[in-house]
């Protein structure tokens, strides 16, 4: 079982403060409380910047939020069998590049438009994890805080996508929502145990596609400056 030291429980509390989070508001949309759906103003190379350090946040909350409920409440064995419980992630049936071939060969188009079919599917199911967690007995404040940070953030996320699919690809704004179409469905309330494992494959598979976004936005952001060189 990982068990994270006080450093890094106060580095990670750290990065839930105030300080940073206004420091990852666009600098052009500070007015607008960082929503990047309201920045006209904006360059599109400075917004791809902001998505993409948006995105790079998200991921590396998602991910210390996987440790920390791992730490709290999955002992090391059944660590283990969740990687052989066949658990499916809620975005397999999406029709997104899966090869490290497969990414570089589709279009920038299809690369924004993969984070944002992404971004998507996981908002609802964020937004059911926390009222999952919060019928947990000892579940820590800072757990809950990341969770609620990070679906606070996706949305973010998903507007400053729109927004930049309309200043690159000169498209209307998207209206497809992927976790309307049944992505993600609420089942019957598990027995505990059950719960604590569905939860723990839902926050693992958040992590896994949240490293995706920010993948193919920094393809993108490679294809924009030397397009023959972007491994």
Not at 130 to 152: F, G, H, I
Request: aromatic fraction near 8%; include cysteine; charge should be negative.
């Amino acid at each position: 079982m990982h068990m994270m030291t006080v450093t890094q429980l106060g580095v990670w509390a750290g990065l839930l403060c105030p300080y940073l989070l206004t420091a990852s508001i666009p600098q052009d949309c500070r007015e607008d409380q960082g929503s990047l759906s309201r920045c006209p103003s904006i360059s599109q190379e400075k917004l791809l910047d902001r998505v993409i350090q948006h995105a790079e946040l998200i991921y590396r909350v998602s991910e210390e939020s996987c440790s920390l409920f791992e730490a709290m409440f999955v002992p090391f064995p059944l660590q283990l069998q969740s990687n052989q419980a066949g658990y499916t992630c809620i975005t397999k049936a999406l029709p997104l590049p899966s090869s490290k071939s497969e990414i570089q060969q589709i279009s920038d188009k299809w690369l924004l438009h993969s984070v944002l079919m992404l971004v998507q599917s996981w908002i609802e199911p964020l937004v059911y994890l926390q009222t999952t967690l919060d019928r947990y007995d000892d579940a820590p404040d800072m757990l809950l805080n990341k969770t609620k940070w990070v679906s606070e953030k996706l949305i973010s996320l998903e507007q400053g996508v729109v927004v930049l699919i309309k200043k690159m690809l000169d498209e209307g704004m998207m209206t497809t929502s992927y976790s309307e179409q049944g992505v993600f469905q609420y089942d019957v309330q598990p027995e505990m145990l059950e719960s604590v494992m569905r939860d723990y494959a839902l926050l693992s598979c958040f992590k896994k596609d949240a490293h995706k976004m920010e993948t193919f936005l920094k393809l993108l952001k490679c294809r924009q400056t030397d397009k023959y060189n972007c491994a």
